[in-house]
């Protein structure tokens, strides 16, 4: 049985939390190294310095790094330029601007039905949708 409990006071949901932020923080991993090709050490920098992107850290960020490489979603190369040792230099493959596609499309269907539900919502309790 799951001891980690998520949402709103009152609601009992169980699930896990790595897996939600993982699945967030993929095509916020993909926008970003479409942007600019980067390292691991650099992309973890603009994922803290970007305000909406979720949290990530390196235990999370380098596995999943990894992951989506194994998934065809990024590729990436040794890089030997410059001082100290080789890093890895991450870029997306065509494979991962369609999952991105894939993403903005869910997004957008997520972000109509929750609309529709928080119209509903403040249609049943006008004076609740006010106060909170």
């Given at each position: 049985?799951c001891s980690h409990h998520h949402g709103p006071p009152g609601l009992r949901h169980c699930c896990p939390p790595t ?47 990894r992951h989506m490489e194994q998934e065809g979603l990024l590729r990436s190369t040794w890089d030997t330029e410059g ?50």
């Open positions: 049985m897996a939600q932020v993982r699945r967030l923080v993929q095509p916020w991993v993909l926008l970003m190294l479409l942007r600019k090709p980067c390292h691991g050490y650099e992309l973890m920098r603009k994922l803290v310095e970007e305000e909406e992107a979720p949290n990530a850290d390196p235990g999370l960020l380098y596995p999943l790094l001082k100290g040792a080789a890093r890895r230099l991450y870029e997306v493959t065509s494979e991962g601007v369609e999952y991105l596609h894939a993403w903005a499309v869910n997004i957008r269907q997520t972000k109509e039905r929750l609309e529709r539900f928080l119209t509903e919502y403040e249609s049943q309790f006008p004076d609740e949708s006010q106060q909170r």
